[in-house]
Antibody, heavy 118, light 112 residues
Framework: EVQLVESGGGLVQPGGSLRLSCAVSGFTSSGYWMYWVRQAPGKGLVWVSRIDTDGSSTNYADSVKGRFTISRDDAKNTLYLQMNSLRADDTAVYYC???????????WGQGTLVTVSS | QSALTQPPSASGSPGQSVTISCTGTSSDVGGYNYVSWYQQHPGKAPKLMIYEVSKRPSGVPDRFSGSKSGNTASLTVSGLQAEDEADYYCSSYAGSNNLDVVFGGGTKLTVL
């Protein structure tokens, strides 16, 4: 069974940092592009970042570019999102998702809540 | 790049059909046959319902169907059931040099 389990969320002050993790099982993560998608409270889904199969290519939404870094450790079957210089508008549930050709997401984690507040 | 445009709400009675639209541009919806639809119940993760405009993943009822014309995609839910009440989001591939994927703002489907 394919599973994605996020962790690392929590309360952080503006300007602070957090690292999210997404542990995957039931498939070989190295064969897939992996994504982070976030959802602010009461709002819609927003694509955040993408990493290709070997980590050589990444992409970011303009709102997080220069502050967030996506990475992967396929030996550990884990995806990461390093978030620096956090702002109040980064407050959201962060989901990791498995990407398929054409950019759809066939499996999602349960999400981890990041709250940026003083 | 702006989010795709969806109506904020839609509704129908049990057994009826409802269609949700998703309007983009030639840079996303109109440029690729890579539109997908997700269902999200409150407090839950999104679930893939339709991909590549009209394909259904295994396990998704055939009451759910997708289509596209020009820059507008549509999700139709036929034979509405109470459990179909949820938020629905469309998304489209937008090219890996810019935004990989763009989402719609979501549509709250209410089963009356």
């Amino acid at each position: 069974e394919v599973q994605l389990v996020e962790s690392g969320g929590g309360l952080v002050q503006p300007g602070g940092s957090l690292r999210l993790s997404c542990a995957v099982s039931g498939f070989t993560s190295s064969g897939y592009w992996m994504y982070w998608v976030r959802q602010a409270p009461g709002k819609g889904l927003v694509w955040v970042s993408r990493i290709d199969t070997d980590g050589s290519s990444t992409n970011y939404a303009d709102s997080v570019k220069g502050r967030f870094t996506i990475s992967r450790d396929d030996a550990k079957n884990t995806l990461y999102l390093q978030m620096n210089s956090l702002r109040a508008d980064d407050t959201a549930v962060y989901y990791c998702a498995r990407g398929r050709p054409g950019g759809h997401f066939d499996h999602w984690g349960q999400g981890t809540l990041v709250t940026v507040s003083s | 790049q702006s989010a795709l445009t969806q109506p904020p709400s839609a509704s129908g009675s049990p057994g009826q059909s409802v269609t949700i639209s998703c309007t983009g541009t030639s840079s996303d919806v109109g440029g690729y046959n890579y539109v997908s639809w997700y269902q999200q119940h409150p407090g839950k993760a999104p679930k893939l319902m339709i991909y590549e405009v009209s394909k259904r993943p295994s396990g998704v009822p055939d009451r759910f169907s997708g289509s596209k014309s020009g820059n507008t995609a549509s999700l139709t839910v036929s034979g509405l059931q109470a459990e179909d009440e949820a938020d629905y989001y469309c998304s489209s591939y937008a090219g890996s040099n810019n935004l990989d994927v763009v989402f719609g703002g979501g549509t709250k489907l209410t089963v009356l």
